[in-house]
Each structure stands twice: as C-alpha cells, then as structure tokens.
C-alpha cells in the first residue's frame, strides 16, 4: 500500500527545497577543485584570520583552571557562560564600543546564543508574532528568505552607501498605511551582507528616531534588531566611529546581536545579544534552553579567555589582513572592471565587495554567469567535461535584492565578491576571468 508522505507544517513545506542560493552553492561546492576553482561566493572568514595557536592554550588554560571555568565540559546554563558575559561587557567597555559605557550596559542584559548569532536571529522570529519586517534592500537574504518561509513578510527600503534610506523608509511606511500595524520588527544588519554598506551615525540616529515614532504612534514597542555581525571588522580608518543605536533609544526597544565568528572562529559558534530585560528576552533564554541547553560551555569559556586575553591583538591583525587585501583588490576591479561599473560599496569593513555593472547582466543564467562557471557548452571556453577550465563563482545580485521589492532590475546586474576566504593570488585571477566574461557577453548581447 503506496502511503501519503509525512505532513509537514507549512515552514517545514517551504523548506523541504533548497533556497536558490544553497542550490547553486552545493552545485559548485560538490566537484570544486581547490587551486583552480575560485569561490568568491562563499561567506567564510579567511583560514589565516583563525587563531588556532590561542585557541589551543585558551582550550589549556580553561582545563587547567576549574576554579575559574567551572565544569567547562559540562551543560551550560540558558542565558551564557558568566565568565563569557563579563568578557563581552569588558570588551565593549575598555574599547567603548558604540560609545556605550559601563552605565548603559548596567541597564541591559547579556546573553549567549545555542549556536551563533544565527541561532538568535532564529529564535527572535520563533518568539515575536509573525507580521511584517521591514530590512534593506540588498537584503541579507540568508535570514531574510528564512523569516519567509516561517510566514513573515519582508518589505525592504533600498539602501545606499550610508545604510537603509531613512527618507525612503519614511515613506514605505506611510505607504503601508494600515498595514503597519502588522508591522513585526525591524531588521536591520549595520554592515550589510552583500553591500558591506556601513550604516553612518546620522542614519543610527534617524533609524531609531523612525522607529520610536512608529511604536509611539503604534501604542506597542516594535522590536529594532541590529545585527553587527561585522562591526568589529571596520578597517578602513577613514570610517568614523561608529555609535551604537541603544545611545538613542528611549523606549529600550533596540536588541543588538553580535557574533564572534567573524573575529574569531566561525567554529566556535558563539554569537551573543545585548538589550534590556523583558519577557521577550525571557523568552529567547528559554529558546536556548529549547534547543540546545546552551551553547557548548567549552567553546564559551575559550571565548571569554581569547576576550580577556588575546582580543586587541587579534583584532589589529585580523583587520590589518582585510585592509591590505581590501585596498589591492579595490585597485583591480578599478583596473579591469571600471569601464562596465556602475557602482561599487564595500571594502571598508567586513569583507565583500558589491558590483554593479552597467549594462551586463549577473544572473545565474547570463552569459557573465555562464562563462564563469564555464558552461556556456563552447568547448573554446569551458574546456572538457572533465577537465574544465578554471571557474569562479559569485552570489548573483538577483538572489540578494528582495524578489518583490524595488532594486529587482538592478540586482539583475550585480554581484556580491567575497574577499574573505580566497587569497589574493586567486582573487586577481577571478577578476581577470569576470574581465574575459564580461568581452563574452557583450559579444552574445551583440549577436541578440
Ligand atoms: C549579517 C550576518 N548576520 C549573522 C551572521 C551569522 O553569524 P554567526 O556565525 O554568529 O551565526 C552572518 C554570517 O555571515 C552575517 O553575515
């Protein structure tokens, strides 16, 4: 008897087939042969960054002192390692991260994700009711397109090199009229994925202000969530110092999340939440304590060692890497690209570039795309079956714009370039090979 498969809820329908962007990344991930391959596609951190030396004597040092790292190898507690959390709060006040001082952080509460600031970000959309985010545009798709698929509705204001267009939001949300009322949250990610657009102080500032004018004239809080996954990679000197939006929030509706992996390791798994206490920050502990305990004590305690101990150094010469690499590849998509841009961000933090060509098109089935991943079915330029010629993936601007919101055309022509995980010998080849791609597609838009 031929039985009905499993029923799944509607989260568990929708999810039950891969996103566009993990296709296209198992795709390629799955025959990808390092040396000749290039990823610029992929959002890792760079292998060099990974402090695998410290790692191993804070792993020592955690065991060799139980006094301080109680049961270290043992169940943690819901809301985080104590060790951990007075690490974070010395870390953001010796170095006035935000400018936040020691006062305002007396008021809020520190707590530690089950695995990431992934993991926060999931939990958050578990615990408020699904209603309307509203998030830039680019977009940071992977969270964007996961709060789809549990039933939100993303709206997204486009932004520019300064962060979310706080004129545009304005507004979207006199447009939404009534409909603001199913306003859930405000998402909003300070050093965008894909753009690595910085969101400036002028905008924090206006940002909040938007948001306590919308939860006065809503009656109820609307939860702002600022994700500064890469906040701690500014290395572009020129940037001003950035302030935390909590400096202007009056009604402590700004949760931050915060991530260790990018300074780090990604590996460790430890990302954390800075707010004010209230039953949704209750309710997030709980989450944790749902789905895992804790994050794994052990890894927790190696990070609030690396924190006391090795942060400074490790943050110097983490972003020193990314500057000196950011700096040499700003130079060759000027070189062998500038002619076709229209637009690049990026470059002063974090580690993507984000492209915007002119006239040539990015999508995953454009002649750029093709040629790159060499499967245009021209011999002369892919190579054979087995043995094609060198290929470069990127993520297609279409997958990071929303698909029903303003910027759907210009995503259609641009990339996201991730310096982080290659070096810089493969990037300028990638590069030369996106200059041999865009020569092809001119030449197929001609013969069109
Ligand atoms: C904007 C943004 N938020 C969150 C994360 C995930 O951080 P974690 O490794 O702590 O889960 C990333 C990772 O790429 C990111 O780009």
Redesign the pocket.
Known sequence: MELNDFTLSAYGRASSMPSPVNRMMSAFASDFRPGTDINLGV?YVNERTIPNQQILEALQAVLARPEKYKAALNYGGPSGSYNLIQSIKNYYTRNRLGGLTEDILDRKEIIIGPS???SLLEAAAHILEPGIVISPDPM?YIYCNFLERLGYQVVTVPEDHNGIRTGLLKTKLKQLGSAAEKISFLYI?TIN?PTGSILNNQRREELISIGTGLAESLGRKIPILI?K?YEDLVHDPSVEPLTSCMVHDRHNLVYEIG?L?KILS?ALRI?YMVGADSPFLQAMIQKTSDVGFSAPLINQEIASYMLDHHIASQTDSVNEGYRQKAAVIDRWIEQKLGPHLADVSGGQAGFYFYLTFSAIETTEKSAFFRYLTRTTGDQAIDGTTQNPNPRVLYVPGEFCVHPRGDMVAEGKRQLRLSYGFEELENIEKAITYMQQAIEYARGVQQKA
Do not use: C, L, Q, R
């Open positions: 959002g990431g600031a992934t940071y990610v994925n994700d996954a991530t992996s990604p990302g």
